[in-house]
T-cell receptor, first 112, second 112 residues
Framework: AQSVTQPDIHITVSEGASLELRCNYS??????LFWYVQSPGQGLQLLLK??????LVQGIKGFEAEFKRSQSSFNLRKPSVHWSDAAEYFC??????????FGQGTTLQVKP | EAQVTQNPRYLITVTGKKLTVTCSQN?????MSWYRQDPGLGLRQIYY???????DKGDVPEGYKVSRKEKRNFPLILESPSPNQTSLYFC???????????FGPGTRLTVL
């Protein structure tokens, strides 16, 4: 069955520190992979996506993610976190039917 | 401006009173979906539609209905709402080619 796991429910980092949010997926074919961010009280904004090609993808707001097929992972990274990055982050895997399966989400808190 | 709109944004109702949440997109997308978001569970797909008059169940369809009579609209119908349908609901749309879903702003529903 298709599934997405985000092992970390809550992460706290200091402003200026690096960030890595983990995402593991289970999917039978080559997946479409996404990271979304949701600020409090807001909708979902797409950070980046992977469909094919280069396994390191760049997104908005200085985020990047690396697709590792051997590990079934698509971890999100940022070299230096800003206070405005505090939000909930969702990893998702998509299919060619338009269906998205989301992970449970990781809440990021940024310490000053 | 390309967007997905939902109405109403907030709704408080009582058990058993039929309601409809509207969703409309102006991007001529083929795919549309409804998700519900609950704490600790991420977003779960309720129903999706791959084109006009084509709908299918997602992961949590019980208690919901949808219709897709026009390409731009995808209303979510709760015939007899119950308290366990209290949630935050998102509508999304995507094109067939890119599978990137654009999300509406969300509808916060409370069923008393």
């Amino acid at each position: 069955a298709q599934s997405v796991t985000q092992p970390d429910i809550h992460i706290t980092v200091s402003e200026g520190a690096s960030l890595e949010l983990r995402c593991n997926y289970s999917y039978g074919a080559t997946p479409y992979l996404f990271w979304y961010v949701q600020s409090p009280g807001q909708g979902l904004q797409l950070l980046l996506k992977y469909f094919s090609g280069d396994t390191l993808v760049q997104g908005i707001k200085g985020f990047e993610a690396e697709f590792k097929r051997s590990q079934s992972s698509f971890n999100l990274r940022k070299p230096s976190v800003h206070w405005s990055d505090a939000a909930e982050y969702f990893c998702a895997v998509g299919s060619n039917t338009g269906k998205l399966i989301f992970g449970q989400g990781t809440t990021l808190q940024v310490k000053p | 401006e390309a967007q997905v709109t939902q109405n109403p944004r907030y709704l408080i109702t009582v058990t058993g009173k039929k309601l409809t949440v509207t969703c409309s997109q102006n991007m001529n997308h083929e795919y549309m979906s409804w998700y519900r978001q609950d704490p600790g569970l991420g977003l779960r797909q309720i129903y999706y539609s791959m084109n006009v008059e084509v709908t299918d169940k997602g992961d949590v369809p019980e208690g919901y209905k949808v219709s897709r009579k026009e390409k731009r609209n995808f209303p979510l119908i709760l015939e007899s709402p119950s308290p366990n349908q209290t949630s935050l609901y998102f509508c999304a749309s995507s094109s067939r080619d890119y599978n990137e879903q654009f999300f509406g702003p969300g509808t916060r529903l409370t069923v008393l």
